[in-house]
């Protein structure tokens, strides 16, 4: 079964949300985190702000790490191992847009 490009591309961003959601609460139950710290992550303004900066971190860094990475890894970390493939201004509507095996899948 062939996913569309536009599923392809949900999945490689929610993906990734939901890992920064999980590693921030992992910090929030860290029983080695001083009072103040605890404390502060409880906080709405602070939860958000720590799963945004986790995002950033994540999905900067295994982007960056993407290219050297087996298959099945980058679907654990992307929840699926194809990039999808986008028309630019070079594409003639309804041509069939294949950019090649970017993601190796």
Sequence with gaps: MKIGDGIASWIRTVVPGLWAVAVTALLQWWTGAPTEIADALNSDIAIGAVIWVALAIWYGFWRWLEPRLPNWITSILFGLSRQPTY?????????????????GA
């Design 87 to 103: 028309a630019n201004e070079n594409t003639i509507p309804g041509e069939l847009v294949d950019d090649g095996d970017l993601a």
